[in-house]
């Protein structure tokens, strides 16, 4: 049996955050569950690595592990290498999206990194704490003597209510802002040339019990919780289930609850009687990925959508009181400027609560990174740009480096694109926010100006008071 400290790294130098990890609290869970001895560290609490070493240091681990995005990955991995280097005894675990996309290269491009998980790891982590050989664990990237690194294949759990949904019994809950994040489903079964979801979740949705979820809404709401964000990539795709979640959450009591799905559902999938079911059972907002603003470009991204039916789930969502926010990306093969004037017309044409615009991402094994390996358009090494990454977090709010070009659209056409979409969505979010201050007269105007800078979302990001304080303003709901 292992010790391990589980930790939640962050990939850019905001902290603060709305609601505990996620994935972090189902391997916690699991570990709880397998009776395995752990703790946890989330870092965007404001723990530093120093702060971390010293805890490895003194909490006699045998091991510490974390998940790893590809955004940021070369922090998580140093952050793993400086524990090795301070304490050699302690193993050190990686899992998460890019090591399950790249797999055995981990072991390889990283030495300081003694075992790898690949796909949901919830099973085999404690299966691997409690003894169990590597070689016989799905989903495990280990190294084996001779042989090398060797990779396992992974194995997806098919019965979800089988997985303990988290109960953060040692996350430090008190210094989160205002809501518990809750996931439905995993998978994804489009084939959007970026999203690199199908590939580390696997492309058929897996669903729990409508039961499971009401038993994980009451025991946060009798804990005082009344915000709830369902962070599924497809929360709506099952039409049926969503009316019986809002019956399910009637039935249990659970009133004067705020509900959002910020990860944003499917244009194509949203319909007036589903929309007034979700705002009777209590929700207020949700984001919609547009990506594009014209046909042409929602064919070359496969997002197996048309501009009519985005436009008329916009329209209605908007119609229906919901807070709505808008997802888009720019910088397609094949986009042209013109192109992109569609999408800011889209963004501007409804009031919508905000409009984000990212600038286009090739992750590993998605189309669109064999599109720009192929054209060889990568604006720099892709191995350093894929290290770097993290460094361009804020493509949606600041310039940000563009990862590759295309012929439409040069290096200086996308960093000139960046500046004028970030005003873009400041100027949409100003008016999002007067309408949420609507019934402050004119003092309407200078808040919603505040709340629109920079500088004022910096502070907002990083500061949990000013998170409970919005949400209230919001939604006028509670907090925990």
Not at 323 to 339: A, C, I, K, N, W
Not at 389 to 407: E, Q, V
Not at 414 to 428: F, G, H, P, Q, S
Request: hydrophobic share 35%; with cysteine.
């Amino acid at each position: 049996m292992k010790r391990i400290l589980l930790l939640y790294n962050v990939y850019s130098d905001e902290l603060g955050s709305s609601r505990p990890p996620l994935g972090t609290g189902y391997l916690a869970e699991a570990l709880s569950e397998g009776s395995v001895d752990y703790d946890v560290i989330d870092m965007k609490l404001g723990y530093s690595e120093d702060d971390v070493i010293e805890r490895v240091r003194k909490g006699g681990y045998d091991c510490v592990g974390t998940t790893v995005y590809t955004v940021g990955h070369k922090r998580f991995f140093g952050l793993l290498g400086a524990i090795k280097d301070a304490c050699p005894g302690v193993a050190t675990i990686a899992g998460g999206p890019h090591v399950t996309i790249l797999g055995a290269k981990i072991l390889e491009e990283y030495p300081k990194v003694d075992i790898a998980f690949t796909g949901e790891a919830e099973r085999s982590l404690v299966r691997y704490l409690k003894g169990e050989e590597p070689s016989s664990i799905p989903g495990v990237v280990h190294r084996d003597g001779a042989k090398g690194v060797c990779a396992n294949p992974l194995e997806r759990p098919g019965d979800l209510d089988a997985i303990g949904w988290p109960r953060y019994e040692k996350f430090e809950l008190h210094k989160y802002a205002n809501e518990m994040g809750v996931i439905t489903s995993r998978g994804c079964p489009y084939s959007c040339i970026f999203c690199s979801v199908g590939l580390t979740l696997g492309k058929e949705i897996r669903t729990r019990s409508i039961e499971g979820i009401g038993s994980e809404l009451e025991f946060w709401y009798a804990k005082g919780t009344r915000i709830f964000n369902f962070l599924d990539d497809n929360f709506t795709f099952y039409r049926e289930r969503v009316f019986a979640l809002c019956d399910e959450i009637e039935k249990r009591g659970l009133k004067g609850i705020t509900l959002r799905a910020s990860n944003g559902i499917r244009a194509d999938k949203i319909e007036r009687e589903m929309l007034v079911r979700m705002k009777e059972a209590g929700f207020k907002s949700f984001g919609i990925g547009v990506e594009a603003g014209n046909d042409k470009v929602l064919k070359t991204l496969k997002k197996g959508e048309t501009m009519a039916e985005i436009e008329s789930a916009i329209k209605l969502s908007c119609e229906l009181g919901f807070e709505v926010s808008l997802f888009f990306v720019y910088g397609t093969p094949g986009e042209t400027v013109e192109d992109i004037e569609d999408s800011i017309k889209i963004a501007r044409k409804y009031p919508v609560f905000k409009a984000d615009f990212y600038n286009l991402m090739p992750f590993p094994g998605t189309a669109l990174w064999d599109w720009v390996e192929g054209k060889k358009a990568w604006t720099a090494d892709p191995l350093e740009l894929l290290d770097s990454m993290d460094k361009n977090l804020r493509f949606s709010k600041k310039t940000g480096k563009p990862f590759f070009t295309t012929p439409e659209l040069s290096l200086e056409d996308r960093e000139a694109l960046a500046k004028r979409l970030r005003d873009v969505t400041l100027n949409i979010q100003k008016k999002g926010i007067e309408r949420v201050f609507e019934r402050y007269g004119l003092l309407k105007y200078p808040l919603s100006y505040i709340g629109s800078t920079m500088a004022f979302q910096r502070l907002f990001f990083n500061n949990n008071t000013l998170r409970k304080l919005s949400d209230k303003v919001r939604f006028r709901g509670g907090t925990r």
